[in-house]
């Protein structure tokens, strides 16, 4: 149990010691995943970015996901889910564009008139509060590859068994203390688990950003 999100990017330090120093680069996937970040790259010493990531839904009722994209070229889909919504390749590629229009303009907001950290070469640690889901997690460590990252973690602080194991699959490293059998949402390991504001998540960017320039 963790008493906020602060807390939980402590304890994920534990697990991350021997990524350190400013060759490394700290990102939280944005939302409940930044402030975690926050706490973990500047106990480690690390650069902190934000990684923006949209899902796609076909509209219902009801409502399927679909797939996720980023800011960057990383895409997934999760294809039954493709055939069961009914939608066709126009449609996708429209929800995608849409998605990634989204995403690209909330991560300038973030950043303000920062650049976004470069990964390549670097080592990346990927961060988040909770992976209910895989489609998200799969795609933020898919952006980070493709922009040249050299070795990608993904650390997570609960998220189901199923999601760690298919992680495991696109990450070089996966850590998370909390993985139950009996997952139902990542708030049941939080005493504080309050919405994480665009405003918030800007601030602790710009926070950081100035402890590393």
């Known amino acids: 149990m963790y008493s906020d999100r602060q807390d939980a990017g402590r304890q994920l330090v534990a697990n991350l010691r021997r990524y350190t120093g400013g060759g490394v680069r700290v990102l939280g996937l944005h939302g409940g995943g930044v402030p975690v970040a926050a706490e973990t790259a500047a106990r480690l010493g690390c650069a902190l970015d934000a990684l923006v990531v949209r899902e796609l839904v076909v509209p219902g009722p009801p409502g399927v996901l679909v797939g996720a994209v980023a800011e960057g070229p990383a895409r997934v889909l999760d294809e039954e889910a493709v055939r069961r919504s009914g939608a066709g390749e126009t449609r996708i590629r429209e929800l995608e564009r849409d998605a990634r229009v989204e995403a690209r303009a909330l991560g300038l907001r973030l950043r303000g008139r920062r650049p976004s950290l470069p990964p390549t070469g670097r080592d990346v640690i990927v961060v988040d509060d909770g992976a209910a889901g895989r489609l998200a997690a799969e795609v933020a460590c898919r ?61 602790l960017l710009e926070r950081a950003s100035q402890h590393t320039a």
Not at 159 to 168: C, E, M, R
Not at 177 to 201: G, H, I, M, N, Q
């Open 143 to 203: 952006d980070a590859r493709a922009q040249g990252a050299g070795r990608v973690v993904f650390a997570v602080a609960a998220a189901p068994p199923a999601t760690i194991d298919h992680l495991w699959t696109v990450a070089d490293e996966v850590v998370c203390p909390l993985s139950p059998t009996f997952f139902v949402t990542a708030s049941d390991f939080y005493l504080d688990f309050a919405p994480v504001s665009e405003v918030e998540a800007a601030r």
